[in-house]
């Protein structure tokens, strides 16, 4: 385990990449196909389940190993919120908690996903497994809501998101101060390790590149949700 070393697109990050994508595709394509409505409620019970139960017996592990702490181990990260808004979209197709998972789900969990961070694999390969099934139900989630439940983003989702998020921001930012300890959830008081593109510079200078990057990112993200919604709606007015 000491010897443990991670490499980013590495064998084994492509490895879960492969396994990772093929379970975003094939999951919500068997659930859209071949399943009807209460099998479809049953699979989402069972994403909400898998997605709350992997994140309470992470907590009880490192609380087993006496390794807990408040300042790095809450789910206060972009992520954690994400996993949470996800479920909730799930259990009740609930359209704001959809529209920030969707953002900060495919936004955050991919870059993680994609670029992840070895210095937080404090466990090896345990760490390792547990960070992309992490992330990769964040996705899982949102891709089943999107392909599966067919809901989609109002026109002014992009907008109110990065409105959300600077609130988000300002608010995570007064509970790192309070918890204190080297608290550093959304990473606004330090910059994080990884071969991240989107940090560019140091603290403080990264946060404005970093939310700059992000709201571009989100943009893309949005932009094939745009044209989907836009195009159903032309539609509908000409078939009306």
């Not at 799930?90 to 920030?100: D, G, I, P, R, V």
């Not at 996903?113 to 989630?141: K, Q, V």
């Not at 204190?180 to 140091?202: D, H, M, Q, R, T």
């Amino acid at each position: 385990m000491n010897n443990y070393y991670f490499k980013t697109f590495g064998f084994e990050h492509g490895i879960y990449l492969i396994v990772i994508l093929l379970l975003w595709i094939t999951i919500p394509s068997f659930g859209k196909k071949y399943l009807n409505n209460q099998q479809r409620k049953t699979v989402a019970l069972s994403l909400i389940s898998i997605s709350l139960v992997q994140e309470i017996m992470h907590y009880f592990y490192k609380m087993h190993l006496g390794l807990f702490t408040f300042a790095q181990d809450i789910s206060l990260h972009m992520c954690g919120f994400s996993l949470f808004l996800s479920c909730y979209a799930l259990y009740n197709k609930n359209q704001t908690a959809f529209e920030l998972a969707f953002f900060w789900g495919l936004g955050g969990a991919f870059q993680a996903i994609l670029t992840p961070d070895p210095t937080r694999f404090h466990f090896a390969y345990i760490s390792t497994f547990w960070s992309f099934l992490a992330h990769g139900i964040i996705i899982l989630n949102v891709l089943w809501l999107i392909f599966v439940d067919g809901m989609r983003c109002r026109t002014y989702s992009l907008l109110n998101t990065a409105i959300v998020t600077n609130a988000t921001v300002f608010i995570v930012g007064i509970i790192n101060t309070l918890i204190g300890n080297g608290a550093n959830y959304w990473f606004i008081c330090e910059k994080p390790s990884g071969n991240s593109p989107f940090l560019v510079g140091e603290w403080p200078y990264y946060l404005f590149t970093f939310q700059l990057v992000g709201f571009t990112v989100m943009a893309i993200i949005y932009f094939p949700m745009w044209l989907h919604v836009k195009r159903s709606a032309a539609k509908k007015i000409k078939t009306g």
